[in-house]
């Protein structure tokens, strides 16, 4: 018996793959020589499966981040000069905040949508508009030297419906859709010394402003026969974000614009302002102001004389507050 197996081992050893598993007609007939026992070792090593090892198939890795932000709440909010209108009141509104970033070493294309909406009711008086805003940014950016990026810049700012102030006399259209709306494109230079800030530098920046309607085209800057004005002129844009602690979140967004074509000494001025307070995961309590000057808007004061001024808003929120994605608050 120990022969047998000795001689099993010596064929398994020396017979080669077409030898053993060839389905040709030489190998039927070497097959049939063999004796009962010599078959049954072939026919056992024919039917014994190797088992293969498992072969993981690891995904690509997304460059892709997106992420969004939904709250919906109680404010307080204080207006001083606010050119779009409105009243200090109490009020709810909502308030969505969305990006999407494709990020690998050498580039960057960053967008973000902001929309905001919200009614107030001012004290003994009806219920009236109190936010509205869209506004979209697009930054591309590709690596020029380390922390440098050769980049282009969009911009557009608008609002979803009409505004009014309520004199004595009635009420009086003071914005609304594409009245105004700014379109600004620039081409220039991103430096990200540090992942929660960005300074964008464009040194040629065109900025289109549009107002629609007839009536407010003198009051954003336009003659009232330029439904559309161009602006040409240099942009400094500075974002900064961070999470402060585990519940604190400050986001903040300046931007400066020299008109080279109208009075560039004349730097226009839009700073967002954004903390948030986590409660819990549902609720949060917030503050976002905005502060703008623009010598080409005339706003009247109490006494109807319109003059270059200072808007400033004051939103604090208490309220739902839910992140979607890869939002970090």
Do not use: C
Not at 62 to 72: F, M, N, P
Not at 156 to 162: D, L
Not at 306 to 321: A, H
């Amino acid at each position: 018996m120990r022969k047998l197996f000795v001689l099993a081992a010596i064929l398994l050893l020396t017979a080669t793959p077409s030898s053993l598993f060839s389905q040709n007609e030489n190998t039927a007939k070497e097959f049939k020589t063999l004796s009962a026992n010599h078959r049954l070792i072939v026919d056992i090593a024919m039917n014994v499966k190797i088992p293969q090892p498992e072969i993981k198939v690891v995904p690509e890795p997304s460059h892709w981040s997106r992420g969004t932000l939904l709250q919906l709440g109680f404010s307080q909010m204080s207006l001083s000069n606010w050119a779009a209108g409105g009243y200090s009141s109490v009020a709810l509104n909502a308030y969505v905040n969305m990006f999407k970033t494709y990020e690998i070493e050498e580039m960057f294309w960053e967008n973000r949508l902001q929309l905001a909406w919200g009614f107030i009711n001012s004290f003994g008086d009806k219920f009236k508009k109190s936010d509205d805003k869209i506004i979209f940014d697009s930054k591309y950016g590709y690596r020029a030297w380390n922390k440098v990026f050769a980049s282009a810049a969009f911009n557009f700012r608008s609002q979803f419906t009409n505004s009014f102030n309520y004199p004595a006399a009635g009420k009086v259209l003071v914005s609304g859709p594409f009245s105004p709306a700014y379109f600004s494109f620039g081409i220039g230079l991103d430096y990200k010394p540090a992942k929660v800030i960005s300074i964008n530098f464009s040194p040629l920046t065109s900025n289109l402003v549009i107002v629609a309607r007839e009536e407010l085209r003198t009051k954003y800057g336009n003659r009232i026969d330029q439904p559309a004005k161009l602006e040409l002129g240099a942009q400094l844009k500075i974002d900064y974000k961070q999470q402060l602690s585990k519940n604190l979140a400050v986001a903040s967004n300046l931007i400066l614009f020299s008109d080279f074509l109208k009075n560039p000494q004349n730097i226009k001025v839009n700073w967002d302002l954004f903390i948030d307070a986590k409660i819990n995961k549902y609720f949060s309590t917030n503050i976002r102001t905005n502060l703008i000057y623009d010598d080409n808007i005339l706003i009247a004061d109490k006494d109807g004389v319109l003059d270059k001024r200072v808007q400033f808003k004051e939103i604090l929120s208490v309220g739902f507050s839910y992140t979607f994605g890869q939002f970090k608050k």
